[in-house]
């Protein structure tokens, strides 16, 4: 009555969870049957297994903060609004840290579309949002770019302090909009209701004005304000901005008045006097002021060297001064930028000194500049070298640049009238 052993069988699988064992030999004992075929059961949880129970208890609490970051972004400010709503919080008081909330909510309507939500909500209030909860969303509405709904909440405020109308004004004079900054600051001067007299004028709000004035008459009037308020002397931003703007308007006389009464003159006056000269075509000015900068120990930039290189390309001095300009612009390092490349490369070929500029052309970095590039052709065309010109005409065109008009138009009249 023997029988094989029921483990020396085949396996088979039947489905997760279980295995089944077939004996290979058959049973002769029929009380045996019953063992012959059974399942052996295996363990369906993976909590038993070290191996993964850790990775998957860390997926499913990734997974979990993941649902809720998600749930939390699609807060979206018209809910918190709502919210707000259903609890009555007020926003009648006058300190910004009793409203931290709307105030948190405004630094975060990086959307226009929020923000004009929020608009909405704050100005049906009754009392009305206090101001300085209007001024911050009206900076919001400037940051985002919408100048237009920063200007109707500005029209819909009942009060405006100094903050208001400043914010408005420093935003059109940065958008260029220079016309709609002045009608703004006059405005101001006008009305009543700005709470700030002219002489607590901020140095700053002044200097953005005078770099938005267009006209000598009221130039020569925001002059005399600042003389006034004592800022034309002592704030530099103010007085570089009074430079620019007489030289702008090509009253040079009256630029190096505004530059002479300077206490302290920096960098920045210094190059706004020097930009001034050298539009005055000063150009012994310029190289004066230039010299005068280096006995000052004061740090000279690319602009002063665009100036003095500008100046020593008219002197038709075969180029004397212009080489000291070039070595003072090689021990600052700045010979590579490309408004210094262009300046020597002109000046260089106004003193007719070809090989020079050449020279210089061939050791600039950016071959894409296609500033040097119509240096070189219009020193080519100052020269003579009209086959040369054509030749790096089309080296222009092989590399993708295109020249100015005017320049092709020379390249044709000279090869025209040479024949070729």
Avoid at 79 to 92: A, E, K, N, S, Y
Avoid at 182 to 196: A, G
Avoid at 386 to 412: N, S, T
């Amino acid at each position: 009555m023997g029988i094989t052993a029921p483990f020396l069988g085949v396996r088979t699988s039947s489905g997760y969870g279980s295995c089944e064992y077939r004996p290979r030999f058959s049973t002769t004992n029929q009380n045996h049957r019953s063992i012959s075929k059974f399942r052996l059961p295996l363990p369906r949880s993976s909590k038993s297994n070290p191996l993964t129970s850790n990775n998957t208890r860390k997926k499913n609490n990734t997974r979990k903060k993941r649902k809720k970051n998600e749930n939390w972004s699609r807060c979206s400010t018209s809910d918190i609004l709502r919210l707000m709503d259903g609890l009555q919080v007020p926003v009648t008081s006058t300190t910004l840290s009793d409203n931290h909330v709307y105030a948190s909510l405004i630094n975060d309507c990086s959307d226009s579309g929020a923000a004009l939500h929020l608009q909405a909500h704050l100005t049906r209030k009754s009392p009305p949002p206090p101001l300085h909860l209007l001024n911050r969303l009206l900076l919001r509405h400037v940051s985002n770019g919408r100048l237009d709904n920063a200007h109707q909440l500005f029209d819909e405020m009942p009060l405006k302090d100094f903050n208001s109308w400043a914010t408005l004004i420093v935003a059109y004079a940065q958008n260029a909009d220079y016309a709609e900054a002045l009608r703004l600051f006059l405005s101001m001067l006008h009305l009543q209701d700005c709470h700030v007299d002219i002489s607590e004028f901020p140095a700053w709000i002044m200097a953005c004005v005078l770099d938005a004035t267009m006209d000598v008459g009221l130039g020569e009037q925001l002059h005399g304000c600042c003389l006034k308020l004592g800022h034309a002397n002592r704030d530099m931003f103010v007085a570089t901005s009074l430079i620019n703007l007489y030289g702008r308007l090509r009253c040079h006389e009256a630029a190096q008045r505004a530059s002479l009464g300077l206490s302290q003159p920096n960098a920045l006056t210094w190059t706004a006097r020097m930009i001034n000269n050298s539009r005055g075509e000063r150009f012994f000015e310029v190289i004066s002021d230039f010299k005068e900068i280096g006995r000052a120990g004061i740090s000279k930039n690319t602009s002063m060297i665009s100036c003095v290189l500008r100046a020593c390309a008219r002197m038709h001095d075969s180029g004397f001064r212009g080489r000291q300009a070039h070595a003072n612009a090689i021990k600052l390092g700045v010979d590579s930028h490309s408004f210094v490349h262009c300046g020597l490369i002109d000046m260089y070929g106004r003193n007719g000194l070809h090989r020079d500029a050449k020279l210089v052309f061939q050791t600039f970095n950016d071959t894409t500049s296609t500033a040097c590039w119509n240096a070189m052709l219009t020193n080519y065309l100052r020269n003579g070298l009209h086959i040369e010109a054509l030749k790096f005409l089309y080296e222009m065109q092989a590399d993708g640049l295109q020249p100015q008009e005017y320049l092709l138009d020379q390249v044709r009249i000279a090869c025209a009238s040479n024949g070729l």
